[in-house]
């Protein structure tokens, strides 16, 4: 295949794609495959010789889009999206064809400066205060791994990227426990470890008890641990919970630790100014991560990291052998490869600079607001239907139910819901209890579509 069957294919793979966005709706959500049919229509082994594009083709439309859950699914209600816009799609096609490796600003100046610009449009569109600034990783994981690894490194006084964690004071991170688990991921691959991640209970509004957080970072100190950072939450992924930034930063302050602020799905409604209380406070603190992949229509993937000071993780993460210096570098030159954990990066800015402008912030918000508004509607026409109990109210478009008969009937009918095809919710457990959650972000979901949740759970009850 060269460029001029590149060209001819590409026009094909336009149309077989609209035609798959179009009949989305008349396809199940979730995957209706057993485990190994897609396996045993693979060939064992990899051909000797060249095949021809029509057959390759003809296999990928015959075994691929049956055996996919559809996450571009109009109902798609599980998880959180991992949106995709038109504008995204397209963007993501011409940083495929150039296949830049922005590791560095002479790699890549176009990329690197659209990144810094980005990072200022996103900051200033979600009303934060000027003085962050930021980059882009892949995921949540990565960007609060760089914020773990900062506050390690903080804590050490720099001495566990040279000397290693052995012999070093215990750390100790502090948490919610509803944070996601990435964060318990992070821990470990940091070296910090799952139990010195301590889980700080939450008061009656899910948020961190705050002189829970207090007495035990100062129990820590006096049993000689060291504690080197907070982790808050804004729309934890279970039920949507939240956590009183502006107290938590205060409590960072009073021991002199840093504060990283998971916002991972939520954080993109805050470029509705209505409904930035639910992080109040959050310009004093020092790492912020935000999904723009989920809410905000950017291909997956794409996460933001704001950085108060980004010198500290530059400094954690930075490397600089003599083969990626540059001669002559200037002072405005950043290599966005220091900030974060791969050396390699991906053209990610693009996506964002086409999404943005093509819907512009106003219609992102309109999208935004509407998905609140029909997830609220939803909940209270399920609060109707016999033996269903609305347990977690909505916290923007989150919410949970649960039918009243317990877990089992619960998961049985979770189980018919996504086994009819027509939409996709998944669980978790919320005090004890089985509950279904209902998460509505699709980018191009309808009142109509979020609304079939209700014809479905009555059908099925």
Not at 234 to 254: N, Q
Not at 359 to 385: D, F, K, P, S
């Amino acid at each position: 295949m060269n460029h001029d069957d590149l060209r001819d294919w590409s026009k094909q793979a336009a149309d077989w794609i609209h035609d798959y966005h179009e009949g989305l709706r008349e396809r199940p959500v979730r995957s209706q495959t057993r485990p190994g049919d897609t396996r045993a229509q693979l060939a064992g082994q990899a051909p000797e010789q060249p095949e021809s594009m029509e057959v390759i083709f003809e296999d990928f439309a015959r075994i691929v889009p049956d055996a996919m859950t559809h996450w571009q699914h109009p109902r798609f209600f599980a998880y959180f999206p991992g949106n995709a816009s038109p504008a995204s799609m397209l963007a993501e096609q011409l940083a495929n064809a150039m296949a830049a490796q922005a590791m560095l600003w002479q790699t890549s100046p176009a990329a690197t400066e659209m990144e810094e610009v980005m990072v200022s449009w996103l900051r200033d569109a979600l009303g934060l205060d000027p003085h962050f600034t930021g980059t882009l990783h892949d995921s949540a994981t990565t960007a609060t791994l760089s914020a773990i690894l900062t506050m390690r490194e903080k804590a050490l006084n720099w001495l566990g990227n040279s000397q290693g964690l052995q012999g070093q004071p215990t750390l100790r991170l502090y948490a919610s426990e509803h944070v996601h688990s990435s964060i318990d991921k992070d821990v470990r691959i940091a070296g910090i470890g799952q139990e010195s991640l301590v889980k700080i209970p939450t008061d009656a509004g899910h948020a961190m008890d705050m002189k829970a957080l207090d007495a035990a970072i100062r129990a820590d100190r006096e049993a000689g641990h060291l504690p080197a950072g907070i982790i808050l939450c804004v729309g934890g992924t279970g039920i949507g919970a939240c956590d009183r930034i502006a107290d938590g930063v205060a409590v960072a302050r009073v021991h002199g630790l840093p504060t990283h602020v998971d916002a991972a799905w939520a954080g993109s409604a805050m470029i509705c100014p209505e409904y930035r209380h639910l992080w109040e406070g959050i310009d004093g603190a020092d790492s912020i991560v935000f999904n723009p992949h989920k809410w905000l229509g950017v291909q997956f993937d794409c996460s933001v990291q704001f950085l108060a000071d980004p010198a500290p993780q530059v400094r954690t993460l930075g490397l600089r052998p003599e083969y990626l210096k540059t001669l002559g570098k200037s002072s405005s030159m950043t290599d966005f490869n220091e900030w974060t954990v791969p050396l390699g990066r991906r053209f990610r800015a693009l996506k964002i600079w086409f999404t943005l402008r093509a819907y512009g912030l106003e219609g992102l918000r309109q999208r935004i607001r509407n998905h609140v508004a029909w997830a609220e509607e939803l909940a209270e026409t399920l609060a109707t239907l016999p033996g269903v109990q609305i347990v977690t109210h909505p916290q923007l478009s989150l919410f949970s139910f649960a039918l009243d008969s317990g877990d089992a009937a619960t998961e049985a009918l979770l189980k018919r819901i996504n086994d009819d095809g027509r939409v996709y919710l998944t669980q978790t457990r919320h005090d004890g209890r089985l509950v279904i959650r209902v998460q509505v972000g699709q980018f191009d979901c309808t009142r109509e579509d979020v609304m079939c949740v209700h014809e479905v759970v009555k059908e099925l009850l």
